[in-house]
C-alpha cells in the first residue's frame, strides 16, 4: 500500500516494527513497542512522546471489516462520516485518492488538519473495499511527529482473506450475480460547479468544492450504477441508511426531513432524500442522495456539506450549488418518450404562484402550448404603499428541461425548469412544485400549484 503524498516528511527516524499481525482481513506490522488494545471489532495501536522539542503522540485504529456492496468512494464517505466527522465534530472534508491493487481490493485515503489544544494534528482514513466487504483504518497523529512509523504501517498493509479470529466480521454476502459493471459511471453527463475538482475513481467519480470560510469542504460522489432493487423510494432511503449511517425517516431534528419525487424532462425518473444528520444541539451536517431510474439501472449520487441553513454548497441562505448542477444532469442512455412529454406537458397544466412580503409572480400554462403570467411589486414609501403588476401571455414550449416562453410580443425568456413533489412527513402528504433557473441567476425560483 503506497501512503502517496499524505506524509510530507519521511525518514525523519528509524522506526522499529514488530512482528507481523493479522487482524480480520488485514495484515500488517505494527510499530514495536506501541501500547497495544485489541477489543471487539478492533485493534489499536499508540504511542506518545517528546520528539524534536515538542509533545507528540500517535493512534493507529484497524476497525474490523463489515459487508458492504457499496462502490468504494460510497464507502470511503459512509466511514470518514461514521469514524470522523461524528466523533469529532467537524464538518471538514477530505480529498480522497483512490488505487486499485493487484489482488482486487481497491483502497480509498485522504486526510484533514485538525488542530487540538494548540497542536498540529493529522487525521487520516483509509479504507479497502473488495469481495463484498470494507475494511476502515483511522490513523490520528502530531504532524512531524510519527511520519516513519505511519508509513511503515502503511507499506507493510496487505488484505487477503477473511481471517478466523473471534474478531471477525460475519460472512459476507454474496454479491448479487446481475450487479452492473463499473463502466456504467461513464454514462454520467453533467457539469462541474464552478471552482470544483473532479476526482475519477475505479467505481465513482467525486467533485470536491474549495475550502470556504470556516473551513467547509463538500463533496457529491457519484456511484456506479446498480440496479433495481426495490423501487426508488426505498432504493434511496436504504442507499442514505448505507452511506451516512443514519434513519432518514426521523422527525427528532429540525429542519425536517425532505423527500422529493419527480420525472426529469430529459427522460429520467428520480427520488431524493435530504436530510441534516448529527446530535440535535451538536454539529450537524447536510446529507443529499438521488437516485434515478435509467432503464433498469439505479443511478446514486450522495452530497455531504455543512447544515444547509449555513453552508457554502447546498445552503439555504448563502449559495446552492445544487440547482445548476442537476439541470446539467443527463444520463447518455435515457431519452423522454413522446408519452412522457405528454405527461410533463400535462403536469405543467395548471396555475403556479410563489410570493414573498414584497413581490409576487404567478404563471399560468395550457395544455395546448398557452401560457399567461402575472407580477405584483410592492414599493413602500414614506407616504403610501405602491403596488404595481405587470401581465403577459404568450406560447410555450420545452426542448429537455429548457422552458421557452414567447410572449405575443416578441419577447423570449428560456429557463431550465423540473416539475415535482415535496414531502416534509415522511411521505404522507405532497406538494406540486414548479422550479425555474436560468443560468447566472443567483437561485432557483420555486412556485406552488394553486389549481
Excluded at 527516524?13 to 480480520?24: I, K, L, P, Y
Excluded at 431510474?293 to 449559495?319: D, P, Q, Y
Excluded at 423522454?336 to 414584497?358: C, D, F, N, V, Y
Aim: proline residues 7%; glycine residues 10%; positive net charge.
Amino acid at each position: 500500500m503506497r501512503i502517496g503524498v499524505l506524509i510530507v516528511v519521511l525518514g525523519i527516524t528509524r522506526a522499529a516494527f514488530g512482528q507481523t499481525e493479522t487482524f480480520d482481513v488485514a495484515t500488517f506490522v505494527p510499530p514495536s513497542g506501541w501500547q497495544r488494545t485489541q477489543s471487539s471489532g478492533l485493534v489499536s495501536f499508540q504511542d506518545s512522546g517528546v520528539r524534536g522539542g515538542q509533545f507528540s503522540s500517535c493512534q493507529i485504529f484497524v476497525f474490523a471489516s463489515r459487508p458492504s456492496n457499496a462502490s468504494p468512494e460510497a464507502n470511503f464517505q459512509a466511514e470518514w462520516y461514521a469514524r470522523i466527522a461524528q466523533p469529532l465534530q467537524t464538518t471538514a472534508l477530505p480529498t480522497p485518492q483512490a488505487e486499485r491493487t493487484a489482488d482486487g481490493w481497491t483502497n480509498v485515503l485522504g486526510h484533514v488538519d485538525l488542530p487540538q489544544n494548540g497542536l498540529p494534528y493529522r487525521t487520516i482514513l483509509f479504507t479497502s473495499t473488495g469481495a463484498g466487504r470494507v475494511i476502515s483504518i483511522v490513523v490520528r497523529y502530531t504532524i512531524n511527529g510519527y511520519e516513519s512509523e505511519i508509513t511503515g504501517f502503511f507499506n507493510s498493509l496487505h488484505m487477503g482473506r477473511l481471517a478466523a479470529t473471534q474478531n471477525a466480521a460475519p460472512a459476507a454476502r454474496p454479491a448479487p450475480s446481475n450487479a452492473a459493471p463499473s463502466g456504467k459511471i461513464p454514462d454520467y453527463v453533467f457539469a462541474v460547479p464552478d471552482g470544483w475538482a473532479r476526482q475519477n475513481a475505479p467505481d465513482g467519480i467525486v467533485l470536491v468544492s474549495p475550502v470556504y470560510p470556516g473551513g467547509e469542504r463538500c463533496q457529491l460522489s457519484l456511484l456506479a450504477m446498480r440496479p433495481v432493487a426495490r423501487g426508488l423510494p426505498d432504493d434511496a432511503l436504504n442507499i442514505f441508511r448505507e452511506l451516512f449511517r443514519a434513519e432518514p425517516l426521523t422527525g427528532d431534528i429540525y429542519p425536517p426531513t425532505k423527500l422529493f419525487r419527480g420525472m426529469s424532462p430529459q427522460g429520467w425518473e428520480y427520488f431524493m432524500v435530504k436530510k441534516p444528520i448529527g446530535p440535535s444541539g451538536g454539529t450537524q451536517f447536510g446529507a443529499i442522495v438521488l437516485v434515478a431510474r435509467v432503464g433498469n439501472n439505479l443511478a446514486a449520487i450522495a452530497g455531504m456539506s455543512k447544515e444547509f441553513l449555513v453552508s457554502n454548497c447546498f445552503g439555504e441562505s448563502i449559495r446552492d450549488v445544487w440547482p445548476p448542477f442537476f439541470y446539467s444532469l443527463q444520463f447518455k442512455t435515457a431519452t423522454p418518450s413522446p408519452q412522457e412529454q405528454a405527461a410533463i406537458r400535462q403536469r405543467l397544466a395548471g396555475a403556479w404562484i410563489t410570493a414573498t412580503a414584497s413581490v409576487g409572480l404567478r404563471y399560468e400554462f395550457s395544455a395546448n402550448g398557452r401560457y399567461a403570467d402575472a407580477a405584483a411589486a410592492m414599493q413602500r414609501t414614506r407616504s403610501a404603499d405602491i403596488q404595481q403588476t405587470f401581465f403577459g401571455n404568450g406560447s410555450y414550449s420545452f426542448d429537455g428541461n429548457t422552458l421557452v416562453m414567447t410572449g405575443d410580443d416578441k419577447r423570449r425568456t428560456t429557463a431550465q425548469f423540473r416539475l415535482e413533489q415535496e414531502s416534509k412527513d415522511h411521505g404522507r402528504s405532497w406538494v406540486d412544485s414548479l422550479c425555474l433557473w436560468s443560468p447566472g441567476a443567483s437561485g432557483e425560483v420555486c412556485y406552488t400549484r394553486t389549481q
